[in-house]
């Protein structure tokens, strides 16, 4: 939700040699339409289903997998990601993810919700993004500097 996860990713992946893939740009090849779409379409479950799908397919060496920020929000999908590899949380307090999302319209459960539905959203996630294998805060930091650290953790 703003994190940053799919610019870190291909910057890390690029850094490190390895293939990076996108669930929502998975999702969205296979269903022929956008995460909105979908969502207004087929609903949350549907979609939500869809990410299970994309980890269970999506398996190999040398590859790191960004998702979107909802992905936790299924048993399975963290017993997957576990079962995969290390599982990162690139860290960021909720002024400045709300900083970075504003004008976003491609998020569909921050369309037309006001701030203190966006932050109770953030919040029933965040005790879950906080069971990550790594944790980075992204705050203020560019992103050579947090691909950086994630190389320097990923190789120790």
Known sequence: MGSGKTTIGQALADKIGYHVI????????????????????????????????????????HMIITTGGGIIKK???????????EIIYLQADFDELLRRLEGDETRPLLQQQDKERIQALYESRLELYEQ?????????????????????ILKS
């Open 22 to 61: 996108d669930t929502d740009k998975w999702v969205e090849n296979k269903e022929q339409m956008s995460i909105s779409e979908i969502f207004e379409k087929k609903g949350e479950d549907y979609f939500r289903d869809l990410e299970t799908q994309a980890l269970l397919e999506l398996q190999g060496d």
């Open 75 to 85: 048993d399975r999908n963290r017993e997957i990601m576990a079962s995969q590899g």
């Open 132 to 152: 990550a294998d790594i944790i980075v805060n992204t705050v203020g930091r560019s992103v050579l500097g947090i691909v950086a650290e994630l190389e320097s």
